[in-house]
């Protein structure tokens, strides 16, 4: 696969930031919160036409809002092409404002851009994606120009490393965690 040349976005200090949609926050917040060279992972709501939606209105589906996480990262130690393939590696892209039981559009599979750079990156990795047969059904996320982002209620911030025994975290995020270690585990923070 031919590769896309890396570019750096100017932001200050050498950062760029990244908005992710791919289901429930609390799954993607605890798995990008343990990569080398991420920092500030806030879980929130891009996407919609309310300003500062509330949990309750984003999950009635009407406001047009993703679940996501938004964070800053240092392309010198991960860069854009990496945040993506861990991205697609970690849910499934191919269904329609779904991931698992959790339904409706908020769930949906989004990458909002940052940059003309983003947005290609993005396109190409999804293109290749689809021509390789990585997936049995085509895939459907959504790479929009990023718009807004509303930092979600104060209960929903590290979800996981501070409710992990809850059912939820335990049947849904923690196997997705431990997948997504091993893995990746040349990328992970050293704690």
Not at 18 to 25: K, R, Y
Request: proline share 4%; aromatic share 14%; charged share 25%.
């Amino acid at each position: 696969m031919k590769e896309i040349p890396k570019t750096k976005v100017e932001v200050q200090n050498g950062m760029e930031l990244a908005t992710l949609g791919s289901g429930c926050f609390w799954c993607i917040e605890a798995i990008y919160q343990d990569l080398k060279g991420v920092e500030g992972v806030k879980s929130g709501y891009s996407g919609g036409h309310i300003d500062n939606p509330s949990y309750r209105q984003v999950t009635s589906g009407t406001t047009g809002h993703a679940e996501v996480i938004q964070f800053s990262f240092d392309p010198m130690v991960i860069s854009f092409e990496e945040i993506l393939e861990i991205f697609w590696s970690t849910h499934d892209p191919t269904t329609l404002n779904r991931q698992g039981a959790d339904v409706g559009p908020q769930y949906r599979s989004a990458i909002f851009y940052h940059s003309d750079k983003q947005k290609e990156v993005a396109e190409f990795y999804k293109k290749k994606l689809d021509e390789s047969g990585s997936f049995d059904n085509k895939i459907v996320t959504e790479i929009t120009a990023f718009n807004n982002f509303y930092v979600a209620e104060d209960y929903h911030q590290n979800y996981f490393n501070d409710n992990g025994m809850q059912p939820y975290c335990q049947i849904v995020i923690r196997p997705k965690v431990e997948k997504f270690k091993k893995v990746f585990a040349d990328k992970l923070k050293n704690k």
